[in-house]
């Protein structure tokens, strides 16, 4: 049974139809496996047992009785501590909103609970979602599965870690400037960053409206397709039969290479050169309106992170990391004005970049250009800690910016991913080429 701990969802889901899998004994496997973990309450901000056994026997009943909602019917999954749960804490990894308890499920928990997945509990995140490193002095900092001396990226630390360390099949999380696809390539996984709109953000713990997305953490493509199927309560992706022959691939060479690290760049290198040997086609592209959207980061992140939550804040900042807390406040300057054309220009300059990327089947980068910081040294060093987080976002928010849907998977090197973006709302086809990719990079 311990092997189940590492098997993906989807191989999960088959055991379970086949009758070799019940999902009661797989989520008690689950749960004993959490409270033996030394990094459990690093991971864990609550761990709902008696809801998951519940679920887990209504999952097996449905099973014996082959009326199964879903092929993921019956699987242990973690929530990202900023999706509403009834009855449950629901405090974003923060001190401000300590002892929130919502009286409803967010409905994206509710559609997951309709296609019969196993709630095990909520996870520990960056403080209100606003770092791409996990660390987090004021609820827990969930280590890296590969350095347990170093963070584990944000916002999502916890959803990624529970898959690591073998504590849930998949993590949910939310991904605003790289918050699912940062933890889930330095803890090897595959993460999947949802077009903004795509799935509905109600009971969802907000940080900026306009580029909050919900997305998987999981151990494969194949995760990732049918986690967004569930959560959609929607189709799930074909992913057969997908090949990389014929593919066009461009290398993005426009910040996202800047001051990136031996070991990613060097890994990126060579899951591009992989990719080719494949049958797809990489071309290198410059593209100068995303150094143009970088520049309005500032004005679109900070200042409507800030005007939804000054208020709170300002109320108790003294319950606030000071480093998130300077973070914020950075919006505090940002006029109206600012705040509109920054939105405008942003329109024009995605506009430019879906024309220049409109021949290619996905868009090529390091999923980051760092390799996870070590926790202790961001916590005595404000300069490295300012940096680091900077650098840690750099790639993934090119696809908020821009608009896109991502995809990262391991490229075989520990804590370096390979970033795939595709087109606004183009999940499904960008998930068949990352299966085609993922199958390439893992047979070598």
């Known amino acids: 049974m311990q092997e189940w701990l590492k098997s993906s969802a989807a191989d999960l889901g088959r055991g379970i139809a086949a009758g070799q899998i019940d999902p009661v004994v797989l989520t008690r496997t689950y749960l004993d496996a959490i409270t ?29 009785a082959g009326q199964r909602l879903s092929p993921l019917d019956g699987v242990p999954i973690s929530w990202k501590d ?77 959803a990624a870690t529970s ?24 803890n090897d996984l595959v993460g999947l960053k949802t077009t903004s709109g795509r799935i509905a953000l109600d009971g969802v713990v907000e940080l900026c409206a306009q580029f909050d997305t919900i997305g998987p953490l999981g151990r494969s493509v194949e995760d990732a397709a049918l986690m967004l199927a569930v959560l959609e309560g929607g189709r799930f992706a074909d992913l057969r039969s997908a090949t990389l022959k014929g593919r066009r691939f461009a290398v993005l060479q426009t910040v996202v290479l800047e001051d990136t690290r031996d070991a990613p760049m060097q890994a990126f290198n060579a899951a591009v050169e992989k990719l080719a040997e494949a049958g797809a086609e990489a071309v290198k592209i410059d593209a100068p309106e995303v150094a143009e959207a970088m520049a309005l980061t500032g004005p679109l992140y900070t200042g409507e992170a800030y005007g939804i939550w000054r208020d709170v804040i300002e109320a108790q900042p003294d319950l606030m990391f000071d480093r998130i807390l300077e973070r914020f406040r950075g919006g505090r300057d940002v006029s109206a004005a600012d705040y509109v054309a920054a939105w405008r220009k942003l329109r024009g300059l995605r506009a430019r970049w879906y024309e220049r990327v409109a021949g290619f089947d996905a868009v090529l980068c390091p999923t980051a ?76």
């Open 82 to 158: 900023l999706f509403d749960s009834a009855g449950v804490a629901t405090e974003a990894g923060s001190t401000l909103l300590k002892g929130r308890v919502p009286a409803s499920d967010a409905p994206v928990l509710a559609n997951a609970t309709a296609q019969g997945m196993v709630c095990l509990g909520k996870t520990h995140m960056s403080e209100l979602a606003f770092s791409g490193l996990g660390l987090n002095p004021m609820t827990a900092t969930p280590p890296c599965v590969n350095d347990h001396d170093a963070v584990s990226g944000g916002s999502s630390s916890g």
């Open 369 to 444: 250009p760092i390799l996870p910081p070590n926790a202790e040294r961001l916590m005595q060093d404000d300069q490295y800690y300012v940096t680091e987080n900077l650098l840690a976002l750099q790639n993934t928010r090119v696809g908020n910016l821009m608009g896109n849907c991502g995809v990262t998977l391991p490229t075989g090197t520990p804590s370096c991913g390979i970033l795939l973006n595709g087109l606004p709302h183009q999940e499904e086809r960008l998930l068949r080429i990352a299966a085609a990719a993922e199958a390439v990079l893992n047979a070598t």
């Open 163 to 186: 898959v690591a360390f073998g504590l849930a099949a998949c993590g949910i999380g939310s991904d605003t400037g790289g918050s699912v696809r940062i933890p889930a390539a330095w």
């Open 36 to 64: 033996a973990h030394p990094f459990a309450d690093r991971i864990y901000a609550r761990v709902t047992a008696d809801r998951a056994l519940a679920e887990a026997e209504a999952a097996a009943k449905r099973a014996r």
